[in-house]
């Protein structure tokens, strides 16, 4: 089935969008799994009652996992008439896919094999993607944060990987999705609890390029990144800097997005969105982190260095800061000084960037020996 699905899709799509759908679709249903089994039971559970289906709720015959459930129902349980006629779908359902599978998929199912690798597909002018991408690239105001055009050039390769490389794609996005849980867990909280939970989504802003950089620098094309040293550049800070602003304009702003939404959904436009300037303000400091000292240079490292030991005591420094910065600016609003310490934190940003940046600045290639 799967092969003749493949087959048709193929026709209609050609290989290297086909492929790009199917890339699409496996980060959605890894992100959608991961996000869905911390953020739903807490929702259900919000409104002080919990999700309590039972054999008369229309949507349960539906269900695949009731069908079974009715048949063990009927022999072993209270044989009541909805569990025999769930039972008997089960029954049903099983043959029917069962005589699809051995007698009439089988028979094309070497066939199918023998042609996947054989079938041609019509080349298509694109139109989109690149193309769409190097327009923005040169207008407002992308084009005022793009002067420099080897930042340039990092920011349309790193966009280019995010959207397009399949590896790429399952690294980052999965990796990320888990990570970012936790101020869902802290929005989705009783009234009292909920100014922490909105400072804390914008305290833990800072998570996402930390984590998208540091994993965006693993690619199986990593030996292409000799190409960095051969360019007339100094040190790779320029390359860092594209790279940076990719990952704030992709990732991290589409969670700050995310995030004031549903802020505004849960409580509707008010004064609680304040909240998340102290976690916005200090994310250009946060994406610096990765890239201080010449690291995380995009696409420069092979997979199997990746270690998920670092990123976790990573996320656990981060975590820290966050939930820190989060009760800060919930006792600054609480004592009514809230502007002086916003104040007093965008100072603070902006001598620690520069001391960043300065650093970031003078690093050199290092010897490729």
Same mark, same amino acid.
């Given at each position: 089935?799967?092969?003749?699905?493949?087959?048709?899709?193929?026709?209609?799509?050609?290989?290297?969008?086909?492929?790009?759908?199917?890339?699409?679709?496996?980060?959605?249903?890894?992100?959608?799994?991961?996000?869905?089994?911390?953020?739903?039971?807490?929702?259900?559970?919000?409104?002080?009652?919990?999700?309590?289906?039972?054999?008369?709720?229309?949507?349960?015959?539906?269900?695949?996992?009731?069908?079974?459930?009715?048949?063990?129902?009927?022999?072993?349980?209270?044989?009541?008439?909805?569990?025999?006629?769930?039972?008997?779908?089960?029954?049903?359902?099983?043959?029917?896919?069962?005589?699809?599978?051995?007698?009439?998929?089988?028979?094309?199912?070497?066939?199918?094999?023998?042609?996947?690798?054989?079938?041609?597909?019509?080349?298509?002018?694109?139109?989109?993607?690149?193309?769409?991408?190097?327009?923005?690239?040169?207008?407002?105001?992308?084009?005022?944060?793009?002067?420099?055009?080897?930042?340039?050039?990092?920011?349309?390769?790193?966009?280019?990987?995010?959207?397009?490389?399949?590896?790429?794609?399952?690294?980052?996005?999965?990796?990320?999705?888990?990570?970012?849980?936790?101020?869902?867990?802290?929005?989705?909280?009783?009234?009292?609890?909920?100014?922490?939970?909105?400072?804390?989504?914008?305290?833990?802003?800072?998570?996402?390029?930390?984590?998208?950089?540091?994993?965006?620098?693993?690619?199986?094309?990593?030996?292409?990144?000799?190409?960095?040293?051969?360019?007339?550049?100094?040190?790779?800070?320029?390359?860092?800097?594209?790279?940076?602003?990719?990952?704030?304009?992709?990732?991290?702003?589409?969670?700050?997005?995310?995030?004031?939404?549903?802020?505004?959904?849960?409580?509707?436009?008010?004064?609680?969105?304040?909240?998340?300037?102290? #976690?916005?303000?200090? $994310?250009?400091?946060?994406?610096?982190?990765? *890239? =201080?000292? +010449?690291? /995380? @240079?995009?696409?420069?490292?092979?997979?199997?260095?990746?270690?998920?030991?670092?990123? #976790?005591?990573?996320? $656990?420094?981060?975590?820290?800061?966050?939930? *820190? =910065?989060? +009760?800060? /600016? @919930?006792?600054?609003?609480?004592?009514?000084?809230?502007?002086?310490?916003?104040?007093?934190?965008?100072?603070? $940003?902006?001598?620690?960037?520069?001391?960043?940046?300065?650093?970031?600045?003078?690093?050199?290639?290092?010897?490729?020996?």
């Amino acid at each position: 089935c799967v092969v003749l699905v493949y087959q048709l899709c193929l026709r209609w799509f050609g290989r290297e969008r086909l492929e790009g759908l199917m890339t699409m679709t496996q980060v959605m249903v890894s992100v959608t799994a991961v996000l869905s089994g911390q953020i739903l039971p807490r929702l259900v559970f919000r409104f002080g009652r919990a999700l309590t289906p039972s054999e008369s709720t229309w949507w349960i015959g539906v269900l695949p996992p009731a069908w079974f459930a009715g048949f063990d129902d009927a022999f072993a349980g209270s044989a009541a008439r909805i569990s025999w006629a769930m039972g008997a779908i089960a029954v049903i359902v099983t043959g029917i896919v069962l005589w699809l599978a051995f007698g009439k998929l089988a028979q094309t199912y070497e066939s199918g094999l023998q042609s996947l690798n054989e079938a041609v597909t019509r080349r298509k002018a694109k139109k989109t993607g690149r193309r769409l991408l190097d327009r923005l690239v040169n207008v407002p105001p992308l084009s005022w944060w793009l002067r420099d055009p080897v930042a340039r050039a990092s920011f349309l390769l790193t966009t280019a990987y995010l959207v397009r490389d399949r590896d790429v794609k399952l690294r980052i996005y999965p990796g990320i999705a888990p990570m970012l849980v936790m101020p869902f867990i802290f929005l989705f909280q009783p009234h009292n609890d909920f100014d922490f939970g909105v400072a804390f989504s914008g305290a833990y802003l800072g998570v996402v390029p930390v984590l998208g950089l540091s994993m965006l620098q693993y690619s199986q094309q990593w030996q292409a990144a000799d190409i960095f040293r051969v360019a007339p550049m100094r040190g790779p800070a320029a390359i860092c800097h594209g790279a940076r602003r990719a990952v704030l304009c992709f990732l991290t702003l589409p969670m700050l997005l995310i995030f004031t939404a549903l802020i505004w959904l849960l409580r509707g436009f008010n004064s609680q969105l304040l909240l998340l300037l102290p #976690g916005i303000i200090a $994310v250009p400091v946060y994406a610096l982190v990765p *890239a =201080l000292f +010449g690291k /995380a @240079i995009p696409l420069s490292s092979p997979t199997e260095e990746a270690k998920a030991a670092g990123r #976790g005591m990573l996320m $656990v420094g981060a975590m820290m800061i966050a939930m *820190a =910065l989060s +009760g800060l /600016a @919930i006792f600054a609003r609480m004592q009514g000084w809230f502007w002086e310490l916003i104040t007093v934190e965008a100072v603070i $940003v902006t001598g620690v960037y520069a001391a960043m940046r300065f650093a970031l600045e003078r690093v050199v290639w290092q010897s490729a020996e």
